[in-house]
């Protein structure tokens, strides 16, 4: 019965909320309102939109919740294991506009094993689940892109221009900076074939061996072949797929990383990784992984244009007898149905049947 009157977002997030908790993860809850140089510190670890501020009655700088995983991190004590979920309405200033974004996802932080690891990319998957069955998750490593840089005089920027041109394969631009830097050409030769490369993780992990020239970039992919071994020997291994041009901030992001897709939506709807340089500068040298699923980029997967809203709409006039309306309704709503009651229709509510109630009872309305 409550499973008939919850729209599809609300019943997925009721559904990600029981996966959640089924593995242990509690639920976290933040205020609206946090001190604005948490996230002025970490502005390039949010994934889009600018921070609202404001100033409290003392003049003291707040920001209006533009992030979850920030406050989780800023909150844990040094030393803590926390397994922890949330769903919150976060707040950003986007092209210029005001927005309220649903955010959902977990983070874990104080363990970072093989099999932390897992479980939080096994939820990620099951989270796709609950919104559809159609759905792919890509993995990459941030280790096997980064341990080409090794030993090499690049400079930061230009390290993050060349990364900008992998995530969004352009080998075009992606040669003329290596020549303009004076970059040799088979390091722009393997970048171009990393950000090119997609597939079943088996495949791309046994075509990139090759590329791989120190202990850094073959223990990237050791760790992703680890990963998918364990996975598949859980039965989770299908709808996995390696994609190294999937980069975050290298700032924070230095290991596993991935997102999740579903058909029928032209963007990302889930993202994750390994954000342990976070807690570093924050001083909480530990591991930490989770993902956030952002619920405003599914509003159009979420909206049926069959929907109705309600299944029966009746209408009554002065003639209607309220006390046989009352039972009628009753009845109805027994039977599992939304009704609603109202004195007239003015034909915008979209009904699945519509009814009339006057002094001989209730009557199929044809107009």
Do not use: W
Not at 47 to 75: M, Q, R, W, Y
Request: proline residues 1%.
């Amino acid at each position: 019965m409550t499973q008939n009157i919850l729209r599809k977002e609300e019943k997925a997030i009721f559904d990600l909320r029981e996966l959640y908790e089924t593995h242990g993860y509690k639920k976290y809850k933040m205020s609206k309102f946090e001190e604005y140089d948490l996230y002025a510190d970490n502005r390039s670890f949010l994934a889009e939109g600018n921070i609202i501020t404001f100033n409290d009655t003392h003049g003291k700088l707040l920001a209006l919740k533009p992030d979850v995983t920030l406050s989780i991190v800023k909150n844990a004590a040094s030393g803590e294991r926390i397994k922890e979920y949330y769903n919150e309405n976060v707040y950003r200033a986007i092209d210029g506009e005001y927005r309220e974004i649903m955010q959902v996802g977990l983070e874990c932080i104080g363990e970072a094993d093989l099999y932390s690891t897992c479980e939080v990319i096994m939820l990620a998957k099951k989270s796709l689940e609950c919104i559809s069955k159609d759905y792919i998750l890509d993995l990459s490593n941030a280790a096997f892109v980064g341990g080409l840089f090794e030993n090499r005089s690049i400079p930061y920027d230009v390290r993050e221009d060349l990364l900008t041109c992998v995530a969004g394969k352009n080998p075009h631009d992606l040669a003329r900076i290596c020549r303009e830097n004076g970059i040799d050409d088979a390091i722009c030769t393997k970048l171009t074939t990393i950000s090119e490369t997609y597939g079943k993780v088996e495949d791309v992990i046994a075509a990139l061996r090759p590329l791989a020239e120190n202990d850094t970039m073959t223990s990237a992919l050791d760790e992703l072949e680890a990963i998918y071994n364990f996975m598949t020997a859980v039965g989770e291994g299908e709808n996995l797929r390696l994609d190294f041009s999937l980069i975050n901030d290298i700032s924070y992001y230095d290991g596993i990383i991935f997102r999740g897709y579903i058909d029928g939506v032209a963007r990302g709807v889930l993202s994750g990784g390994r954000y342990d340089k976070l807690l570093d500068k924050m001083g909480k040298h530990t591991g930490a992984i989770g993902f956030a699923i952002y619920m405003n980029t599914l509003d159009l997967y979420f909206e049926d244009k069959n929907d109705y809203d309600v299944d029966i709409l009746i209408t009554y006039d002065d003639t209607a007898d309220l006390a046989a309306l009352t039972r009628t309704v009753k009845m109805l709503t027994g039977g599992g149905r939304s009704v609603r009651v109202q004195k007239s229709g003015d034909g915008s509510l979209k009904c699945r049947e519509y009814f009339r109630f006057g002094e001989r009872g209730l009557e199929i309305e044809t107009t």
